[in-house]
């Protein structure tokens, strides 16, 4: 296939504007085999910037990417009437004419024929644009714990001594998340959270639904954004070391000579956001306060071995613990319920 592309542009009022633009070419018909010569244009013939400024309806533009000659072909037989403006006795008026007939039969007779292979891809392709994926910065703050020092222990250990709390109470995280697009405005969202540093616990998924609010109509647009969704995940904050000259048996479970423990708790929570977005070409630039209402929660304990350089494992068990003394017991823990994301999103 040979395509040739012309653009041209006008400036009036100190602003670039589409004059004239063509594609013309060839396709070959593998079943006929055949070529087709084919002819598309578009002429601006005119243009008031000062009375008509109106920018398009973000409904109705092109994403970044996607090309017109996908979209799928209109119903009605007067489309064109309404909208070309080159003069009837024009050549490419003719052919006009004659592709809006073709069109119409083709819609009228079942279009791209279901079951064909064709109209299959096209589907998955109108499927798989709509995903988007996104990574995120975000963070949570432990709330104020009353201690300093806790006294840790495990039932056969032989050392004892105070440990010092992580005075690390803010919770920093990267987030990973898959999106699909409903329409322009609205948008189904899965993400994944997981702690960036040792110093404390948290991993978090979350699905949230998003609605958009466009309040930037021209050029990039900007959103104003609201999200409604369900997390469920734990969080830790990290006490110290327990460590014995023989193997620490937790809940049935082996856990070597040496565990850090985390105290914290597993939950189910609502949440509600509010943010903003910025989309340029395929990315989208999105901050994000978020505030969760505690559904369900248990204390629990997080025991994380290092298996080796690479890999650590961690085993849950209930709080509080038979192997495992904590004083004082009445632990101040928890979790804001508020917390914030900065991130960029790929449109596919």
């Known amino acids: 296939m040979s395509e040739i592309c012309l653009t041209i542009y006008q400036v009036q009022d100190q602003t670039n504007v589409l004059k004239y633009a063509s594609v013309s070419g060839k396709n070959y018909n593998g079943k006929t085999k055949q070529e087709n010569n084919y002819v598309l244009e578009f002429v601006t013939t005119t243009c008031d910037l000062k009375k008509n400024s109106k920018p398009i309806p973000f409904k109705k533009r092109l994403k970044y990417g996607e090309l017109f000659t996908e979209l799928e072909s209109s119903e009605d037989v007067h489309f064109w009437d309404e909208y070309t403006t080159i003069e009837m006795d024009s050549v490419l008026k003719m052919v006009r004419i004659g592709m809006r ?82 329409n322009p405005y609205q948008q189904l969202r899965i993400d994944f959270s997981d702690g960036l540093f040792n110093s404390n616990f948290y991993k978090d998924t979350a699905i949230r639904f998003y609605q958009y609010y466009l309040i930037k109509k ?90 080796n350089i690479f890999f650590t494992k961690t085993v849950v068990t209930d709080n509080p613990s038979k192997e495992i003394s904590i004083l004082p017991e009445n632990l101040n823990l928890g979790v804001s319920r508020t917390s914030m994301a900065f991130g960029i999103r790929l449109r596919l």
């Open 101 to 182: 007939g073709n069109e119409y039969f083709k819609v009228t007779n079942g279009g791209f024929k279901g079951k064909s292979k064709r109209y299959f891809k096209i589907k998955l392709y109108n499927l798989t644009k709509r995903i988007t994926i996104g990574y995120a910065l975000n963070g949570a703050f432990f709330k104020s714990i009353d201690e300093n020092q806790v006294w840790l222990g495990y039932v056969g250990q032989t050392n004892r001594s105070s440990k010092d709390i992580s005075s690390a109470r803010i919770i920093p995280a990267t987030t990973f998340g898959f999106g699909y697009e409903l």
């Open 218 to 307: 021209r050029g990039n647009p900007l959103f104003i954004t609201a999200s409604i969704g369900l997390s469920n995940g734990k969080t830790g904050l990290r006490l110290g070391e327990i460590s014995s000259g023989n193997d620490i048996i937790v809940s049935g479970k082996n856990l070597g000579k040496k565990s850090t423990v985390f105290l914290g708790n597993r939950y189910t929570n609502g949440q509600i956001g509010l943010g903003l977005e910025y989309r340029k070409k395929r990315l989208s630039y999105f901050g994000e306060f978020s505030y969760t209402q505690n559904i369900h929660t248990k204390d629990i304990l997080l025991l994380r071995i290092k298996k």
